[in-house]
């Protein structure tokens, strides 16, 4: 089992950047899949960006894409979310999610294991 924690989150204008960082505790390295999800009020929990284990692939969602770039060290002990050109409709509750099971997609009902979130606020 493995525990994540997430940190980075802030507020910040429109068009700025933020990291977003995730500590895995525990079993990190037999990780199959980790991604970066958000949640605004009111809305329904999204996929940002998904990454296979060892950094092979990624996946973006819309909303994501060519804006925001998800890493990961090669230990698979930290997650990075860089979000750059950042735009008021960002601001949500950004979680790390992780699975040991093979099958990597944005489908937020495949991952086991939730970090608590980081709040990033975007103004205009």
């Known amino acids: 089992q493995v525990t994540l924690v997430e940190s980075g989150g802030g507020s910040v204008q429109a068009g700025g950047s933020l990291r977003l960082s995730c500590v895995v505790f525990g079993r990190a390295d037999s990780l199959r899949c980790m991604g970066w999800f958000r949640q605004a009020p009111g809305r329904e929990r999204e996929g940002v960006a998904v990454i296979y284990a060892g950094g092979s692939t990624t996946f973006y969602g819309d909303s994501a894409k060519g804006r925001f770039t998800i890493s990961q060290d090669n230990a698979k002990s930290m997650l990075y979310l860089q979000m750059d050109s950042l735009k008021p409709e960002d601001t949500a509750m950004y979680s790390c999610?992780?699975?040991?099971?093979?099958?990597?997609?944005?489908?937020?009902?495949?991952?086991?294991?939730w970090g608590q979130g980081t709040q990033v606020t975007v103004s205009s």
């Open positions: 999610a992780a699975d040991y099971r093979p099958g990597c997609s944005m489908d937020r009902g495949r991952y086991n294991y």
